[in-house]
């Protein structure tokens, strides 16, 4: 199959959607054309993943037109979708993870053989799916036994696998390292020579400029505007993303740490036992954590915090020793983790914001040790949601409802109504728009001033060199060098993560 940009093979003609109280999407338009990459871009609650699952036909529209080739077409579910050759990849993994890789790309499509599955056949196939994303593992393999990484790389072949001609990603590289995330743009660039259309959502804007032939932007549920690939750049799909000049995006003031806040003696984690790990924080101080997937960074701070107890060494929180076995004791030192996974680990989705702004507080307001003071919880609440700038209808609304950016600021603004002294923020960007990412820098960079020590763990190389005041580097549960705020680059971090020391 030859590219062919020139044709327009999906067009997108005034579609609507509201949902109780919201207007999701207005009159949205867009076109794409075959062998194209589209990147999709917008802040959080823009529409654009509710655009991508009325192509997918997980949600209908209210209004508005969809036309393939030309010619107009009714979605009314998934399998109309598929039908078409229109394949959506969740940002949130789909997968059965108690079967293998084969009978994942093949689920619900199984070849037969005299009237059972045939399993060669779903092995070759399979086989044949997985090297077009240069995933080189056995199709037989339990998909439970692979990384995120890999999982993610066997959702983008079970999707080639339906012969998709308009393959939507959201957000696909959020779990994969940077090796694997180079192959998924191999695989990317493969496709589009082979004529497939691709819409790429991303909040990593490096991304799109890298893969994007064209970039179309979505804000508050209406369009914004296109950028063509010659004038895709930072500050113009910031722009349009946002309807204003972000002057500043990484707003630092360098300032004269104080005393030491949080200091690590040999310490060993259960992933890593064997190797031993030392560094400190100081009051003050925005220290970054970088390093590949699988490096060991956010089982370090589940150490720390106690999640995961340790197998030796020490902790000391403002020069006190403690025994963080389990999260209790590191939040009574003074110490507050924001989970990678907000939504797993750091919201209960089904409740209120005002429920769960006052989960952290919940033992320490608690009179009689069961029951939260209903008037400090509202204190609490009402002082979280006006600091972090939460936008909410109120604080009764079910925290599901919120945009990836607000449920962020609500699992900060729980632990920062405890007043830590030492803050652990593992990828406390990841998966919202830029907008909410700047307004997260300038906490930062509040608390800092304020004299709270900050940890933070960041896959952005971009993040970690724009908010570090130093970075630590890890590779394979070690500590592979620390770099200044001077030494920071690209390629020393790349080298120190790749456990190139002298390089570096």
């Known amino acids: ?23 999701a999407l207005n009159n949205v338009n867009l076109q794409l054309k075959g062998g194209e990459v589209l990147a999709l871009l917008g802040e959080n609650g823009a529409g654009k993943s509710t655009l991508m699952k009325i192509l ?19 979605i009314k579910g998934v399998q109309d979708a598929l039908d078409h050759g229109i394949a959506l990849i969740h940002q949130e993994l789909n997968m059965a993870t108690n079967l293998s890789v084969g009978a994942n790309i093949f689920l619900g499509r199984e070849p037969q053989k005299r009237g059972l599955i045939d399993e ?4 070759e196939r399979s086989k044949r799916y997985l090297e077009m994303v240069g995933l080189n593992v056995d199709p037989n393999i339990i998909v439970g036994d692979l990384t995120i990484g890999r999982q993610q790389l066997v959702e983008i072949a079970k999707a080639l696998s339906v012969d998709a001609r308009v393959l939507i990603m959201d957000e696909p590289t959020s779990s994969l390292s940077q090796k694997e995330t180079e192959t998924l743009f191999t695989a990317i660039k493969d496709l589009r020579k082979r004529g497939v259309s691709v819409i790429y959502i991303s909040h990593r804007l490096g991304e799109a400029k890298e893969l994007a032939d064209r970039v179309s932007v979505l804000r508050d549920g209406e369009n914004a505007g296109d950028l063509p690939k010659e004038e895709i750049n930072h500050d113009s799909m910031v722009k349009l993303m946002v309807g204003r000049d972000i002057s500043q995006f990484y707003s630092r003031t360098i300032h004269k740490p ?23 924080l100081r009051a003050g101080e925005i220290v970054g954590m970088a390093g590949l997937v699988g490096a060991g960074r956010t089982e370090l701070l589940a150490t720390l915090f106690g999640v995961t107890p340790n197998v030796g060494g020490e902790v000391l929180v403002s020069g006190k020793s403690i025994d963080a076995q389990s999260p209790e004791e590191a939040i009574n030192a003074g110490m507050a983790l924001v989970p990678e996974d907000r939504k797993l680990q750091g919201l209960i989705l089904e409740m209120s914001v005002r429920a769960n702004m006052g989960l952290a507080s919940l033992k320490r307001e608690s009179p009689n040790g069961i029951f939260m003071n209903d008037e400090r919880e509202g204190e609490i609440t009402q002082l979280m949601i006006q600091q972090m700038r939460v936008k909410t209808p109120s604080e009764k609304q079910v925290v599901r409802y919120l945009s990836g950016g607000n449920q962020q600021k609500v699992v900060i603004g729980k632990w920062l109504a405890m007043e830590p002294r030492v803050l652990l923020l593992d990828e406390p960007t990841r998966g919202i728009d830029v907008g909410a990412k700047q307004e997260i820098y300038g906490l930062m960079e509040d608390l800092a001033k304020s004299g709270v020590a900050i940890l933070f763990v960041s896959s952005e190389l971009e993040e970690v060199m724009g908010m570090s005041d130093r970075t630590l580097v890890m590779h394979e549960g070690q500590i592979t060098g620390e770099l200044t705020r001077e030494q920071l ?16």
Do not use: W
């Open 1 to 23: 199959m030859s590219s062919d940009t020139s044709k327009q093979l999906l067009e997108v003609r005034g579609i609507g959607k509201s949902f109780p109280g919201v207007r």
């Open 56 to 74: 997918a036909g997980v949600q209908p529209a209210d209004e508005g037109h969809i036309l393939l080739d030309g010619e107009p077409v009714e």
């Open 120 to 123: 060669a056949t779903i092995y």
């Open 258 to 280: 104080g005393e030491v806040a949080l200091e690590v003696k040999n310490l060993r984690t259960p992933v890593h036992p064997t190797h031993e790990l030392n560094f400190s």
């Open 489 to 504: 680059s690209e390629e020393a971090i790349m080298q120190l993560a790749t456990g190139n020391t002298e390089a570096a």
